[in-house]
């Protein structure tokens, strides 16, 4: 028994001191390496064409636009004192028109002209335009200040930029306004009044305002019209009487608004406008007759 025991503790250790079992990877022996057999499709997979690529490319580099409503808030901003204490009053007013300026473009289209506007180094701009089609579009907010009158004067005020609204008509001056046109302006021209309690008779033309540089809009449009429908002031045709010898016409044409600084373009202007067809720089007897009727009507 005692030998048998001893022969099975010699064979346990001829067993552990054995070979070591075989490892995978040998030293100094190459590894193994594996195919993978999962085969990629080229047409599955969509590349960006280069226009997509470079479309991306602009939207990134496109600058953060600035609304109309932006640049008021940067102004109101501007406009506080930063070296005074602030508290806001409860009443106040923003600053409404009280007269409306009646353009024609003297550019080809619609599209030109809002495209004119819209040019930094033009300098000039409307609130609204209108095409021949009747089409009607708003440029600008009715509060802010449009650049459409330039140096101007009516009555007392110097700067009509200021107080007005700018409408340009699409038209070339040389040709007729169409129906669909004044209908257009007609019907902008009731809600403008009635929204900003605009007097009858401060609708007036660029001319009005500028009689030495303009002459729009062109002898061609329709101011008895526009008179008949409650903007602007006309004359009445069956009352025409000769004025009082000491009648100053000079004096009402300035009573009326207009500037006589530069008397022989206002006269032209006045006469533009009323008489149609003389705009000659002399005041005749019947033009005087219609300016005497238009001074004791309205001023």
């Given at each position: 028994?005692?030998?048998?025991c001893?022969?099975?503790?010699?064979?346990?250790?001829l067993a552990s001191c054995?070979a070591?079992?075989?490892?995978?990877?040998?030293?100094g022996?190459?590894?193994?390496?594996?195919a993978?057999t999962l085969?990629i499709d080229?047409?599955?997979?969509?590349?960006?064409?280069?226009?997509?690529?470079?479309a991306?490319?602009?939207v990134?580099?496109l600058?953060?636009?600035?609304t109309t409503?932006?640049?008021?808030?940067?102004?109101m901003?501007?406009g506080?004192?930063?070296n005074a204490?602030w508290?806001?009053?409860a009443?106040y007013?923003?600053?409404k028109?009280?007269?409306v300026?009646i353009?024609?473009?003297a550019?080809h289209?619609?599209?030109?002209?809002i495209r004119?506007?819209?040019?930094?180094?033009t300098?000039?701009?409307a609130?609204?335009?209108i095409?021949?089609?009747?089409?009607?579009?708003?440029?600008?907010n009715?509060?802010l200040r449009s650049?459409?009158?330039?140096?101007?004067?009516?009555?007392?005020i110097?700067d009509?930029?200021?107080?007005s609204?700018?409408?340009?008509?699409?038209?070339?001056?040389r040709?007729?306004?169409?129906?669909a046109?004044?209908?257009?302006l007609?019907?902008?021209?009731?809600?403008l009044?009635?929204?900003?309690?605009i007097?009858f008779t401060?609708?007036?033309?660029h001319?009005d305002?500028a009689?030495a540089?303009k002459n729009?809009?062109?002898?061609l449009?329709?101011w008895?019209?526009?008179?008949?429908?409650?903007?602007g002031v006309?004359?009445?045709e069956?009352?025409l009487v000769?004025?009082p010898?000491?009648?100053?016409?000079?004096?009402?044409l300035?009573?009326?608004?207009?500037?006589?600084s530069?008397l022989?373009?206002?006269i032209?202007?006045f006469k533009?406008?009323f008489?149609?067809?003389?705009?000659?720089e002399?005041?005749?007897?019947?033009d005087?007759?219609?300016?005497?009727?238009?001074?004791?009507?309205?001023?």
């Amino acid at each position: 028994m005692r030998r048998f025991c001893y022969f099975i503790f010699v064979l346990f250790l001829l067993a552990s001191c054995g070979a070591p079992k075989q490892r995978v990877l040998r030293s100094g022996s190459a590894p193994i390496l594996r195919a993978d057999t999962l085969k990629i499709d080229p047409d599955s997979i969509k590349l960006p064409s280069i226009a997509e690529s470079l479309a991306e490319k602009q939207v990134m580099a496109l600058p953060v636009a600035i609304t109309t409503e932006d640049k008021i808030e940067m102004l109101m901003r501007e406009g506080i004192n930063k070296n005074a204490d602030w508290s806001e009053a409860a009443h106040y007013d923003i600053r409404k028109p009280n007269f409306v300026i009646i353009h024609h473009t003297a550019q080809h289209s619609l599209a030109q002209t809002i495209r004119t506007f819209q040019l930094e180094h033009t300098k000039v701009s409307a609130h609204y335009v209108i095409g021949k089609d009747g089409r009607i579009v708003q440029m600008l907010n009715d509060y802010l200040r449009s650049w459409h009158a330039g140096r101007s004067k009516w009555g007392n005020i110097t700067d009509m930029n200021s107080v007005s609204l700018g409408i340009e008509l699409d038209n070339n001056g040389r040709e007729p306004f169409p129906e669909a046109q004044i209908n257009a302006l007609v019907t902008l021209l009731d809600t403008l009044k009635t929204k900003y309690q605009i007097p009858f008779t401060n609708f007036l033309g660029h001319a009005d305002v500028a009689p030495a540089r303009k002459n729009d809009p062109s002898v061609l449009f329709p101011w008895k019209r526009l008179a008949d429908s409650g903007f602007g002031v006309w004359y009445d045709e069956n009352n025409l009487v000769s004025p009082p010898d000491n009648f100053n016409y000079i004096d009402a044409l300035r009573i009326i608004g207009y500037d006589v600084s530069n008397l022989n373009k206002t006269i032209a202007a006045f006469k533009r406008k009323f008489i149609v067809t003389d705009i000659s720089e002399t005041l005749t007897e019947y033009d005087k007759r219609i300016l005497y009727n238009l001074y004791r009507r309205y001023f």
